[in-house]
């Protein structure tokens, strides 16, 4: 909308072409990048690369094998998420704000971390392994393969199912479950005929987030698979691998990937649209003291699986204490022997590098998010549409995808940008700003126009109304998305794999690398240094904000 | 004092929709003018023109002989209360109120001078610290009063400002604004779908349909003299009869197509009212006299009543199946019991009369005052 005496060409216009030619550079012209290695070679048009995936099982077997791991993990992840929240809303239980906590600081934490930890545990010579195996006299193999990917993706991904329902319960008023009783059904009918019906479209989200997570997820397979390969991991080996790396084969696996997520965005779009209950609830479900049996099982149930999806953590924080053998066997000796190494060797440059990037790239997230979100709610115009569209579309594609198209793009003339800090900043401002776009547009939906308006009828110019009315009052908004931009920053793993080099290694690229050389010791001091740096982040911000929702 | 709107031709269009087509108007200085009618109607759409919120597709808008139609919002000086009060949630009562001074670069004592001077006006001096989270609805409405006068307006924009308070409040701060508006003398244009409140602050009244302005009148001479059909149902509730114009020697009459032998002489209407003309009269529930069966009337059948206290209504059905409302003031002793035979007079010097499509009025408008 233009305002009387405005002119056609603005500053709101300009941004918004500023923006539109960044997101163009660095997300259009990648994938137009890679759609060009898949497609022709010498020019011409050439489907052999395609070809050469859907006919050899080898390859194409990956994608099956994703499916499944995909498929068994978002099942797991939704029976044990479901229970999880109708328990945590619907009884009392002790403690329940720490149980929440420790659930979203599950979820937070890099599924990799998460990989390796329960090979310490379950792993051939994992801590339990050996327990059990010393006890009832067998040669457990540990957990590998499906079973370990499956096992911990589902510990994974639950909390986002637990969020996902947990959000939806509290709309629910209770004066529906009230009036579900009066006209005569009994508890369990309640639950089946009424709460079910209600939560679906939330779980349907959740369930297709989990599962386009679990998709593109890199590092979980990589560490605990095996000989079980899954599509990431084949993607990343043939751009990264040693030997006979393809960029075309790769670049044409990418496609594919985006193929896929595209169509289960749209998926999700449109069940989404179709099955939306608005609910708010004035009467929320309060939640009631059980007794006998039904105490005794519920809080054995929440306990337990908060516990199992937290003892990854806790496993890395304590490792990191004790002493190794050459970095790989643990001693049982507590020490601080792994910081030390850590830091003695004077090479700390992966964890100052994790906080400048991160602060770097919130920096451009939040400016960014603020103005794309702005200019889309109230700036409305086909320009601004499409600079909506484009900014989703990193979070739909796998991280391994952004950053090989990045590398496809950038890593030759006119633009030399490979292995600089910018590359790796600007992977990780677009592939995490969704999170703040979407909670500050929520945000500015909730702000009248009226209260811009009224700062301008008191003389107020428009950019200064933008900058003293609007900002203060999106910042709440911007401040929850933008506390899980940073959390998910600083634990990104699958593009920044890709894109860094020696001088612009962060942390988790730091474990990742410590682990698949073995070096549990050093890679367990960083995940603590990792996993404590989001708790407090996670801490600060329910401490200033005084909520204890985090936009998911 | 304050200063002339006139608004020339004015032309809205969304797309290919004309919401407004040649609107013209005049606001006298100082006057509190108030746009009335339906939602949908195009008088918020006309505020926001006069505001510069909404583009001006045709037309000419000025203040005091200024034509204001490309000059920027912030640049007009004109001071806007809304519907939803607006008040900046993160800032306290005083620096809502500075908010426009300090835009102005106006030194910060004389800032500081007028907020106080102009709290004490409203009435909210003792909240001057407080957060708007901490106020009630009415407190912010008054914040954004002060907020919008404290600038020193030409021109004071009101767009429904009491549709969000309770009713007790809402007639607390319809007299607080007229009072206000009378002692700073602020041409003032309000907003509003309720009548009652229009009748209660206005000056004038302009009664909006579909984006053409129907009636600009003193509130009583609206609510006495309605030009048209759509005016006197949309202000008050008019009962309406159809009837026929009848010449009976040397009088005019009205005769009721319910009772034609029910003539009650006329002595106001139209010289070309012509004997046999079939027209549209337009009777209030208190323009109706309920007498008792036989008597010289309309007959009708009581249906039902509501006691309340100061008056009875009564709902009515004529013969014809009709179905109308009357009202008795409570002068009567008692209630006339559901189901009796009563006889309708009706006032003539009160009621009105339209054209049969409801387009015009038949009444000659007598100039009072």
Redesign the interface.
């Known amino acids: 909308m ?5 002119k056609r060409f603005n500053i709101w216009t300009v941004l918004t072409l500023i923006l539109l030619a960044l997101f163009l550079l660095f997300v259009v012209y990648p994938i137009g990048m890679l759609l060009t290695k898949s497609l022709f070679t010498g020019g011409e048009l050439d489907l052999s690369y395609f070809v050469k995936f859907f006919t050899k099982k080898y390859y194409w077997s990956t994608l099956v094998n994703s499916f499944k791991v995909t498929v068994a993990s978002t099942a797991v992840a939704v029976l044990i998420g479901l229970p999880m929240a109708y328990l945590l809303r619907s009884i009392k239980i002790p403690f329940s704000g720490l149980l929440n906590i420790l659930i979203v600081i599950s979820y937070l934490s890099p599924p990799f971390i998460g990989a390796y930890s329960w090979i310490q545990l379950l792993g051939r010579n994992g801590f339990i392994t050996r327990i059990i195996n010393a006890v009832f006299h067998v040669e457990l193999e540990g957990i590998y393969g499906f079973a370990g990917i499956v096992l911990v993706f589902s510990l994974q991904s639950f909390p986002l199912i637990y969020m996902y329902v947990s959000g939806a319960l509290k709309n629910l008023d209770n004066s529906l479950n009230e009036a579900a009783e009066s006209l005569g059904c009994n508890a369990f009918q309640r639950v089946t005929k009424v709460i079910f019906p209600l939560v679906m479209p939330s779980l349907l989200a959740g369930m297709l987030l989990v599962f386009m997570r679990v998709f593109s997820d890199f590092g979980t397979p990589m560490i605990i698979g095996e000989g079980y390969k899954t599509f990431p991991v084949m993607l990343y080996t043939q751009f990264m691998g040693e030997v006979g790396t393809n960029d075309g084969f790769a670049a044409t696996m990418c496609i594919i990937v985006i193929i896929i997520a595209l169509m289960f965005f749209f998926l999700q779009k449109f069940l989404g649209r179709r099955f939306t209950y608005s609910m708010t609830a004035l009467k929320p479900m309060e939640s009631r003291q059980a007794t006998g049996w039904r105490k005794v099982a519920a809080y054995a149930v929440v306990y337990l699986i908060t516990f199992v999806a937290a003892l990854p953590q806790l496993t890395v924080i304590v490792t990191s204490f004790i002493g190794t053998i050459n970095g790989s066997l643990f001693t049982g000796e507590f020490t601080l022997d792994n910081y030390r190494n850590i830091f003695a060797k004077g090479n700390t440059t992966a964890i100052t590098n994790t906080y400048l990037f991160g602060l770097e790239a919130i920096v451009v997230v939040v400016i960014c998010g603020i103005l794309i979100s702005y200019l889309s709610v109230r700036r409305r115009s086909p320009l601004t549409s499409v600079l909506d569209v484009l900014t989703m579309f990193p979070y739909i594609i796998p991280g391994s995808v952004l950053g090989i198209s990045l590398l496809c793009a950038f890593n030759g003339p006119p633009f030399m940008l490979g292995g600089t800090v910018l590359i790796l900043i600007v992977s990780l401002s677009i592939r995490r700003m969704p999170y703040t776009i979407r909670s500050s547009t929520a945000i500015i939906g909730q702000i ?1 126009p ?2 811009e ?10 950019v ?1 109304t933008f900058l003293q ?1 609007t900002i ?2 999106m910042l709440p908004g911007v401040l929850s998305g933008a506390v899980m931009s940073w959390i998910t920053l600083i634990s990104e793993l699958s593009s920044s794999v890709i894109l860094y080099t020696s001088g612009t290694m962060t942390l988790t690229v730091a474990i990742y690398s410590e682990v698949i050389r073995s070096n549990f010791g050093n890679a367990a001091a960083y995940s603590t240094i990792l996993t404590l740096t989001s708790i407090l982040s996670l801490l600060i911000f329910f401490k200033v904000s005084g909520s204890k929702d985090l936009s998911v | 004092m304050g200063a002339t709107i006139t608004i020339e031709n004015a032309v809205k269009r969304y797309g290919n929709d004309t919401i407004i087509n040649g609107l013209s108007l005049e606001v006298k200085p100082g006057e509190f003018f108030t746009l009335l009618g339906p939602s949908g109607c195009g008088k918020t759409t006309l505020l926001r023109m006069i505001i510069g919120f909404n583009s001006i597709e045709g037309g000419t808008f000025c203040i005091n002989d200024r034509v204001i139609n490309d000059i920027p919002t912030n640049k007009r000086n004109i001071g806007m209360v809304f519907q939803n009060y607006a008040v900046f949630p993160h800032m306290s009562v005083f620096d809502n109120v500075a908010f426009g001074l300090k835009n102005r670069k106006i030194p910060k004592e004389e800032i500081r001078e007028r907020v106080e001077k102009i709290l004490k006006v409203v009435k909210i001096d003792h909240l001057k610290d407080r957060m708007p989270a901490k106020l009630s609805g009415g407190q912010q409405q008054r914040v954004a009063l002060a907020r919008a006068i404290v600038i020193e307006p030409e021109v004071l924009l009101m767009d429904e400002p009491l549709s969000n308070l309770d009713a007790k409040l809402r007639v607390e701060m319809r007299n607080a604004i007229k009072r206000i508006q009378q002692q700073f003398g602020i041409t003032t244009v309000y907003v509003t779908h309720d009548q009652e409140e229009a009748l209660a602050v206005s000056d004038r009244i302009a009664v909006m349909n579909n984006g053409v302005i129907q009636q600009i009148d003193a509130p009583s001479r609206v609510y006495q003299r309605p030009a048209n059909q759509f005016v006197s149902n949309f202000i008050g509730l008019s009962n309406f009869l159809k009837a026929e114009v009848r010449m009976a020697g040397g009088q005019t009459c009205l005769a009721f197509q319910d009772e034609p032998s029910y003539t009650p002489p006329m002595y106001n209407l139209r010289q070309d009212a012509a004997d046999g003309m079939e027209v549209l009269a337009a009777i209030r529930p208190e323009e109706f006299e309920i007498l008792a069966q036989g008597q010289p009337g309309i007959p009708a059948v009581v249906q039902s009543s509501v006691f309340l206290g100061a008056s009875t209504h009564y709902f009515l059905k004529l013969s014809s199946g009709q179905e109308v409302e009357a009202i008795q003031n409570a002068d009567v002793w008692e209630i006339i019991p559901d189901g009796t035979q009563v006889s309708l007079a009706v006032k003539p010097q009160k009621i009105n009369v339209f054209t049969p499509d409801g387009s015009q009025a038949l009444v000659v408008r007598e100039e009072l005052l």
């Open positions: 233009r305002y009387a005496g405005e009248s009226s209260i308006e009224a700062a301008i009828s008191l003389g107020a110019s428009q200064k009315i203060p009052m």
